[in-house]
T-cell receptor, first 111, second 113 residues
Framework: DAKTTQPNSMESNEEEPVHLPCNHS???????IHWYRQLPSQGPEYVIH???SNVNNRMASLAIAEDRKSSTLILHRATLRDAAVYYC????????????FGGGTRLMVKP | KAGVTQTPRYLIKTRGQQVTLSCSPI?????VSWYQQTPGQGLQFLFE???????NKGNFPGRFSGRQFSNSRSEMNVSTLELGDSALYLC????????????FGSGTRLTVV
């Protein structure tokens, strides 16, 4: 399975943008890049996913490098409720629908 | 719209016993997956069901089993419980697992004593 590398933790100030990086240098052409986040005492929550093009939704934006070896999840204005562990996951639909979670990035948001 | 419902929320069992956990997916979702979360191993995939068929299985011993019913509700069973089975067990459902995301429940916290 292709693996992802994320920083263990990041800090942000409230109401500022946050850029969460993810490296996936061994990504294959059929791997989708998924992001989930897990708030304290809750199950993971789907954030966004993409294949090659940048993606936007109401929660965040996903910027994918041209060579697809890295991606960045962008939260446009961090709030205290965005404090969570963010997981970057490569999902290959040809290899089943399981999500392989790594350690993720713990995002702390300061007021 | 109701989310993914897992019951019970908390459970305490004794070593050697067996346990059954239940998951009700979002209405219309036919894919249900189960995950185990522990502080040491993080989130690990257990199995996935679609239309009552197990499509994928993670690297867990045969003591871990599951099934899915015709209404898409799913159960997982762990027999001969060990202390190391203490974990948060999470269920996730999806309408289209190949093109969309999963919605997770809040989990069942199992403690084995």
């Amino acid at each position: 399975d292709a693996k992802t590398t994320q920083p263990n933790s990041m800090e942000s100030n409230e109401e500022e943008p946050v850029h969460l990086p993810c490296n996936h240098s061994t990504i294959s052409g059929t791997d989708y890049i998924h992001w989930y986040r897990q708030l304290p005492s809750q199950g993971p929550e789907y954030v966004i996913h993409g294949l090659t093009s940048n993606v936007n939704n109401r929660m965040a934006s996903l910027a994918i490098a041209e060579d697809r070896k890295s991606s960045t999840l962008i939260l446009h204005r961090a709030t205290l409720r965005d404090a969570a562990v963010y997981y970057c996951i490569l999902k290959n639909n040809n290899a089943g629908n399981m999500l392989t979670f790594g350690g993720g990035t713990r995002l702390m948001v300061k007021p | 719209k109701a989310g993914v419902t897992q019951t019970p929320r908390y459970l305490i069992k004794t070593r050697g016993q067996q346990v059954t956990l239940s998951c009700s997916p979002i209405s219309g979702h036919r894919s249900v997956s189960w995950y185990q979360q522990t502080p040491g191993q993080g989130l690990q995939f257990l199995f996935e069901y679609f239309s009552e068929t197990q499509r994928n299985k993670g690297n867990f011993p045969g003591r871990f089993s599951g099934r899915q019913f015709s209404n898409s509700r799913s159960e997982m069973n762990v027999s001969t419980l060990e202390l190391g089975d203490s974990a948060l067990y999470l269920c996730a459902s999806s309408f289209s697992p190949t093109t969309g995301g999963y919605t997770f429940g809040s989990g069942t916290r199992l403690t084995v004593v």
